[in-house]
């Protein structure tokens, strides 16, 4: 799928793109076994940040836990 980056009109449509981007990472092909995406809001420097909790298993099956502090920054330029 393409997408325009004029479809794009405003920070919050930009922040759920992203979202949508790291809750489809689970495939069944993939190690991620679970993916958690949290909003943390807006910060200073007029972006959004996000956290992106993901539980993985490695080929021995071991699961371990790694989390993602995501920046979302939408400028109109």
């Known amino acids: 799928m393409k997408l325009s ?25 993939s190690a991620i076994t679970q993916i958690r995406v949290q909003s943390a809001g807006a910060d200073a420097n ?3 940040n996000m956290l992106v909790y993901i539980e993985m298993r490695d080929a021995l099956r071991v699961s371990f836990n790694r989390t993602w502090v995501v ?3 939408f400028h109109k330029k």
């Open 71 to 73: 920046r979302c920054l």
């Open 46 to 48: 007029d972006g959004w």
């Open 5 to 29: 980056f004029n479809e794009i009109k405003d920070q919050d449509k930009f922040e759920s793109l992203v979202c949508a981007y790291f809750d489809n990472l689970k495939t069944d092909k």
